[in-house]
């Protein structure tokens, strides 16, 4: 509701109202040049006339501003009613890595040239074992040393489900849009590749959600850094808490 624009209508019919008098009271002392134009009203009558019309305008005007009040009022009532809000957690994986169902690895790597990030249900690409192992994290000390895994929460604690849902990372979309119903969470797990890693020993990873609510009134954001960190003098990759948790959704308008 644009409460401004009410604001100066009310105002400017205020000042007409205040300006008729001493103007109807200026009209009536000056006589007509000619007789037909001479006032047959007294002062007091056109001023009674003129009030019975500015009284009926603003009855008018706030019928209409209560509809419009109320329309607004609806519909930030469903949008209200129908909001995502995303919650996340993350953790250092330090179980078993292999072939899950409800999970989905992304992997981020580079060679030489380029950077990939990429993602699947199935054993994810630069995993160095075989499509049906499973393999204990802890007691692999080679898997430790070449990559850092984290497990990725988000669940939707909202009002209403979360559609069209595209999930940023680093700026790149790998995965397809999906949606996330109320009350429930989705899983990835992040395997980070050593090379990834800066002189300073850290990595920061950007992830941007953006979705719509299920009556698509409103398009929503929300963001979070996780930085990750290589202990000096250890082959233990280790992730701290996120340098800036996922935000409140955001409206984009």
Known sequence: MNNKKY?????????ISVA????????FKINAPIAFFGAEWT????????????????????????????????????????????????????????PEENLVYITITADSADRFITCGRDV?????????????????LALKRDYHIIEYKIENVGAGNAIAVD????GETPLRRFAISKDTK????????????????????????MYQDIVSIAHYQQHETIRFFMIDDTDTFMHSDSEHLLSDPEEIK
């Open 20 to 27: 008729l008098v001493p103007a109807i009271n200026l009209v």
């Open 167 to 170: 999930m940023k990372i680093n």
């Open 124 to 140: 994810p690409y630069g995993y160095p074992y075989g499509p049906n192992e499973r393999v204990n994290i802890m007691e692999n």
């Open 7 to 15: 604001k100066w209508r009310i105002a400017i019919v205020a000042v």
């Open 43 to 98: 002062a007091g009558e056109a001023l009674g006339y003129i009030g019975s019309l500015l009284e009926a305008a603003a009855t008018i005007y706030v019928v209409k501003l209560g509809i419009d009040l109320g329309k607004e009022a609806g519909k930030e009532e469903r949008r209200l009613a129908a909001k995502p809000f995303l919650t996340s957690n993350c953790v250092s994986k330090n179980e078993y890595i292999g």
């Open 186 to 209: 989705r899983t990835f797990v992040f395997i980070v590749s050593a090379n990834m890693f800066n002189e300073k020993n850290e990595y920061l990873l950007d992830i941007d959600f």
